[in-house]
C-alpha cells in the first residue's frame, strides 16, 4: 500500500502542477483531492486485481486452495512481493496501450497458462513447469494424439475451454479498449516513471548464482538444488522466474587448466586389450521396468523370462515416466545430468558443438557408428545431437521401411528385424545404438488385440487394463531381446547386446492402489531403498561368446559406457581409465544422492561444503569438455579429436 500511496501523490502533484500552469491558482483544492481519491480507487483495483491473480495461480499449481492461503499468510514466504512485481507490469502495461487496468486483461491468461500446464505436468511427470520446457514443445504435439485417445473427454473438455476462453478473451481485450478510461500522457509518465525503475531493478535481483541482501529481505530464496521445495517456498511464478536463466552454466569453483593438468589417470592408448573388434548393440528400451515388483499383484506367466535369466544388475535412472534424452545423455557420453542445472535437457539446450561420446570412440576404432530410432529425427533434436556425438548416421522414420506397428507406434519386434537387416548388410565393425519405441506410454486399452500375461490382485478394473497392456508390450520386449540373441548366437564376430529400461512407466494409479508407492509419480529425494525401488531399471550386458555378465549391480546410466567398453575389451582414458575410478567407489552418482561401492548413501552431498576430490574432478572434465576450453581433450580424448572437426 505505501507503493499505492506514493504513486497516488507523484500523480495528484503532477495533475496540479498541469492545472496550475492551465487555469492559474483558482483551482479548488477539493477538486485536487477528488483527482487524487479517484487515482487511488483506480490503483486500488489493480492491486486488488494482483492478489486475486497470483491466489489462483498459486490455487492451480499447487491443486489446494488451503495452500495457497499458507503461501499468501506466511510471512517468509514472498507472496506480496510477486503481487508487487506484477502490480508494477499492470502499471508498466497500463501506461503502454493507455488504458486503465488493460494490463490485466492481457497478463493474466500469460500467468494461469502456465500454472494449467504446470499442474499437468507434475500429475504425469511429478515435476512443475520449467521454461526449457517450452523448447520441447513440439514433442508435446506430436505425442498429442496419444493423450487423447488415453483422455478423449479430457481432451474433449480442454478444446471447449480453449475455444471459450480465447472467445472471451477476444471480447474482453474488445471491451477494455473500448470502455476503459483512457489514461493522460502525464498519467502514463507517471506510471512508467515508478514501474520501469523497479521492475529493473528487481530483474538484477533474480541471477540467483550471486547472492543478494535485498532479494533475501523480500524472501525470494532461489532453491535450485531441490526444485520441489523451490516452487513450494516463491509460488510457481517467482520460481519459474528464477529458473530462467539455468541455460548458463557457470564454471565449477575451482575449474582452471591447472586443475584438469592435476587430474590424476593411467596413460593408457584407447583400443581393443585382447579379443579382436566386437560388434555393439545398445537397446535403450523405451519405459521398460520388471512389473513383477508390485507389490499384492501376480503376473503370470513371468513377462520378461529372458530378460531376468539375463539380468546384469539395474540402471539408477534420473528421471522417471519421461525425460528419455537425459537418461540417453548419459548413456551416451559418461557424463552426468547432476552437475546440470536442476529440470534442464542437455539435448535441447547444451549439445551445440561436438562432445565426445561412445560413437567418437568407435569411429576412432574404425567401426560404423550409428543410431537407430523408429520416430522423427527432430524429436528431442536427436539429428542434431547424434551429429555432435560423432554419429555417421541415423537411422530414423524417415529413412527406414515402415515398420509394424503395436497400437500407434512401432514395434518392438518389427524394430529387431530392421536392426538384423542393418547389421548383415555391414562388414566392418558396428556399434548401434537404438531407442525402442513400443512400450512408450500411456497404455491404453485394446493396444493390443490380445493380452497373455494374466494380472490378479485387488486392483481397481482400469487399473488392471493399464498394467494388463503394459506387461503385454513388456513380453513383447523380452522376446525381441531373445530374438536378437538367437541371432548373434549364429554369428562367427563376437557381438555384445546390451539392454536396459530408460525410466519407469507412467502407470498413473497402479503405483499407489498397489501399494508401491504413494503417489502416481516417483519421490525425487528419500532413503536409498525407496528411491533404488522408484528409479532402478533392468540391465543386461551379454555376448554371444562370453554370455551375460552377472553382479553389476545398481549403476548411474553414466558408467554404461564403460561396461560396454570393459565388456568389449576396450581400454580408454575416460571411458575406463577415469570413469572405471570413479565407478569403483561410487556407482551411483544422482542429484541428491551419492551412494559408494559399499552401498553408503550420501544425501544432499551437492550443498556440502566440500566434496570428494572424484567427484569434483569428474565435474571439472564435464564442463571441460561440454563449456570449457577442452583442456582435457589430450590427455583423455585425444582418439576423439580427429572427428571433432567432421562431426558437425
Not at 508494477?88 to 491468461?109: C, H, K
Not at 512389473?291 to 506367466?301: E, H, I, Q
Not at 537407430?372 to 533434436?381: E, I, S
Request: hydrophobic share 45%.
Amino acid at each position: 500500500m505505501k507503493l499505492e500511496t506514493a504513486l497516488a501523490s507523484f500523480e495528484s502533484a503532477a495533475i496540479a502542477a498541469t492545472a496550475s500552469r492551465a487555469y492559474g491558482p483558482h483551482i479548488s483544492f477539493g477538486a485536487r483531492h477528488a483527482k487524487t481519491l479517484s487515482i487511488a480507487r483506480h490503483l486500488s483495483l489493480s492491486l486488488l486485481l494482483s492478489i486475486a491473480l497470483i491466489f489462483c495461480v498459486e490455487w492451480i499449481a499447487r491443486n489446494s486452495a488451503m495452500e495457497a492461503v499458507r503461501f499468501f499468510l506466511d510471512p517468509a514466504r514472498p507472496a506480496w512481493t510477486t503481487i508487487g512485481v506484477f502490480f508494477l507490469l499492470f502499471l508498466a502495461v497500463d501506461a503502454i496501450f493507455a488504458r486503465e487496468n488493460f494490463g490485466v486483461i492481457l497478463l493474466s491468461p500469460l500467468a494461469l497458462v502456465p500454472a494449467l500446464v504446470s499442474r499437468q505436468k507434475q500429475i504425469f511427470l511429478s515435476d512443475p513447469l520449467y521454461p526449457t520446457d517450452f523448447l520441447f514443445g513440439r514433442q508435446i504435439m506430436e505425442l498429442m494424439p496419444v493423450l487423447v485417445r488415453d483422455r478423449p473427454w479430457t481432451a474433449v473438455g480442454i478444446v471447449v475451454g480453449l475455444v471459450v476462453a480465447l472467445v472471451a478473451l477476444a471480447w474482453l481485450i474488445r471491451f477494455a479498449w473500448r470502455r476503459f478510461p483512457n489514461l493522460s500522457r502525464r498519467q502514463r509518465l507517471a506510471r512508467f516513471a515508478v514501474a520501469l525503475p523497479l521492475l529493473g531493478a528487481f530483474y538484477h535481483l533474480m541471477d540467483y548464482n550471486t547472492f543478494s541482501w535485498v532479494r533475501d529481505r523480500l524472501q525470494v530464496i532461489p532453491i535450485m538444488w531441490d526444485q520441489t521445495e523451490n516452487y513450494r517456498h516463491n509460488g510457481f511464478t517467482m520460481a519459474f522466474a528464477l529458473n530462467l536463466p539455468m541455460a548458463n552454466v557457470t564454471a565449477p569453483q575451482g575449474y582452471m587448466a591447472d586443475a584438469i593438468d592435476k587430474i590424476l589417470t593411467k596413460p593408457m592408448p584407447a583400443g581393443t586389450s585382447h579379443r579382436g573388434k566386437p560388434d555393439v548393440i545398445v537397446l535403450m528400451s523405451e519405459s521398460f521396468w520388471d512389473p513383477t515388483r508390485l507389490p499384492n499383484v501376480k503376473l503370470s506367466p513371468d513377462p520378461m523370462p529372458t530378460i531376468r535369466e539375463m539380468q546384469s544388475g539395474n540402471v539408477f535412472s534420473p528421471e522417471f515416466g519421461g525425460m528419455t534424452a537425459n537418461v540417453e545423455f548419459e548413456a551416451l557420453t559418461g557424463f552426468s545430468n547432476a552437475f546440470l542445472p536442476y529440470g534442464s535437457i542437455p539435448y535441447q539446450q547444451y549439445i551445440r558443438n561436438p562432445i565426445p561420446s561412445l560413437a567418437t570412440f568407435f569411429r576412432g576404432e574404425g567401426y560404423v557408428a550409428r543410431a537407430v530410432h523408429p520416430f522423427q529425427k527432430w524429436f528431442w533434436n536427436r539429428s542434431a545431437v547424434y551429429k555432435a556425438f560423432g554419429f555417421d548416421q541415423f537411422k530414423s522414420e524417415e529413412n527406414m521401411p515402415v515398420m509394424q506397428k503395436r497400437g500407434i507406434f512401432a514395434s518392438d519386434e518389427s524394430l529387431t528385424k530392421e536392426i538384423i537387416r542393418q547389421a548383415d548388410q555391414l562388414r566392418d565393425p558396428f556399434f548401434f545404438f537404438t531407442v525402442t519405441l513400443q512400450g512408450h506410454g500411456p497404455y491404453e486399452a485394446n493396444r493390443y488385440a490380445k493380452n497373455t500375461i494374466k494380472v490378479e490382485g485387488n486392483l481397481p478394473a482400469a487399473d488392471k487394463q493399464v498394467l494388463e497392456t503394459y506387461a503385454q508390450g513388456i513380453k513383447e520386449a523380452d522376446d525381441s531381446l531373445k530374438m536378437l540373441m538367437d541371432w548373434a548366437n549364429e554369428r562367427d564376430r563376437e557381438t555384445i547386446i546390451v539392454l536396459f529400461g530408460d525410466h519407469l512407466p507412467p502407470l498413473n494409479t497402479v503405483y499407489p492402489n498397489s501399494g508401491f508407492m504413494n503417489d502416481v509419480t516417483a519421490s525425487r529425494k528419500g532413503s536409498l531403498e525407496q528411491m533404488k525401488a522408484q528409479h532402478e531399471t533392468p540391465l543386461v550386458v551379454w555376448s554371444n561368446k562370453t554370455g551375460p555378465v552377472k553382479d553389476i549391480g545398481s549403476i548411474s546410466p553414466a558408467f554404461l559406457s564403460y561396461q560396454i567398453l570393459k565388456q568389449g575389451g576396450f581400454e580408454h582414458p575416460y571411458y575406463t581409465g577415469f570413469l572405471g575410478n570413479i565407478f569403483e567407489k561410487y556407482p551411483i552418482i544422482d542429484r541428491y544422492m551419492l551412494v559408494d561401492a559399499a552401498g553408503k548413501e550420501t544425501a544432499g552431498w551437492g550443498r556440502k561444503k566440500t566434496i570428494p576430490p572424484l567427484i569434483r574432478d569428474y565435474r571439472f572434465l564435464q564442463h571441460d569438455m561440454m563449456f570449457g576450453q577442452r583442456y582435457a581433450t589430450d590427455r583423455f580424448f585425444q582418439s576423439h579429436a580427429d572427428l571433432f572437426a567432421n562431426a558437425l
